[in-house]
Every structure is written in structure tokens, then in C-alpha cells.
């Protein structure tokens, strides 16, 4: 094995040392973005626009691939996925159909961690544009309000219609999660399965992937371990 000439007995050399560290500290410098990417302009054109000129393209996608577009199963199709991009799969890139939330006060002075488990999580990765299918579990402790249990899930749906990557997914509920309850006790764990995987590439079948965001009092072991068991799934 060719050691790189920047390591010596296991010690790297000043220069390169240095040169890490600066690295290091570009990195942690940069503010963390966790929107999705969309140009300034996204929402200059209405939906039915959008679906029309999706159509086009991806009609001429298909014919591009061979297919028989005179074909009475594949006419339509172009039409289809246009309508299921717009208003099903990606309609969380739309901000005005973000989830209207209503917050109670806590009357019942509950005080202990309420966590919302096995929610239905539905994405697309942006990178092939192929389905993410999983789980997510999150809780949180109020401090004053509460949320209609529907509006967790309602939540996690509407940040799981678009192209995602799932590390910021769960970044973006966990972060809406503390907007709107005003409390850092927050905690969102995702198990998933990305179809780019299974599908493609290595060809995997079995493996999932973890994300986790703890905030607040999720922070300490103890609180962190009641959550992950009362999640955890008994065979």
C-alpha cells in the first residue's frame, strides 16, 4: 500500500495538518442550508402550465425510448405523469400547500415526551428520481401546546413530496417540528428503503437507511433511549 506523502508514522506533517484544519474550518463556517433547491422564479408558472409542459417533454422522453405513443396504453401516459408530479408525488414543493396547523393549549399540564410512530413516508430521490418508501417515528415534549396528531403526519407528508435526499428531509420536519411547538424537544428518526438502491446501481435488496435529528432534552441519553424503545418495533 502507497502511503500518502502527507502521513509519516501515523503523524501527518505540519503542511498538510495545517491544511486540514483550514479545510475543517471553511467547512463548519459555511451556514447550513436545509431548503430544498428551487430557482427563484418556481412558482411563476401555474400548475396546469406545468403539467402541460411536463407532458410535452416527457412525451418526447418516451418517444426518444421507442415507444408506441399511438399505442391506446401509452397515448395518455405523458398526461399522467404530469398530473402525478404536479399534484401528487411533488406537490410539497409548493409552499401554498404546506398543511394549516392548529396548536391547543396544554390544559392536561402533560408533561412527558408524545411520540408519533410508523407515519407513512412516501419521496422520490432527486438524484434518480425513483421512490424512497419508509417509516418515520417522531415526539416531542410541549412547552405550553400541542398539535393535532393528524398535522405530525400531515407534516411529514407534506416535506416528503419532492425530490429529497433523506438527511435533509428529516432536518426539514424536525426543524418545522420546532417552529411551530416553540420547544427544542424534538426528536425525528426515519428508517427507509431508496429504490436507487434496490433498483439500480448495487442492486440491493435488503438494505435501509437511518436518519435521526435530536434536539432539546433528546439530547440526553436517557430521554433519547425512551424514545428509541418506545419506537422500537417488536418482532
Known sequence: MVTPNYISNGKANGHADASLQNGMAALLSVEPNYETPLKTNA????????????????????DILGLDLQDDSLNDTPRRVAKMFVREIFYGLNPANKPEVSLFDNKYRYRQMLVEKNITLKSFCEHHFL?????????????????????????????????????????????????????????????????????????????????????????????RSEFLQAIRNDK
Open 43 to 62: 412558482f411563476v408558472l401555474s400548475d396546469e402550465e406545468k403539467m402541460t409542459q411536463i407532458e410535452a417533454h416527457f412525451r418526447e422522453i418516451m
Open 131 to 223: 421512490p424512497i418508501i419508509g417509516r418515520a417515528h417522531i415526539a416531542y415534549i410541549s412547552s405550553g401546546k400541542v398539535i393535532g396528531l393528524s398535522k405530525l403526519n400531515r407534516i411529514v407528508d407534506y416535506f416528503s413530496r419532492r425530490p429529497q435526499v433523506q438527511e435533509r428531509l428529516t432536518v426539514q420536519i424536525a426543524n418545522e417540528l420546532r417552529r411551530i411547538l416553540k420547544t427544542d424537544d424534538v426528536a425525528v428518526y426515519i428508517e427507509a428503503d431508496h429504490m436507487c438502491v434496490k433498483m439500480r446501481g448495487v442492486e440491493h435488496d435488503h438494505s435501509a437507511t437511518i436518519t435521526t435529528d435530536y434536539s432539546g432534552k433528546f439530547l440526553h441519553e436517557s430521554v
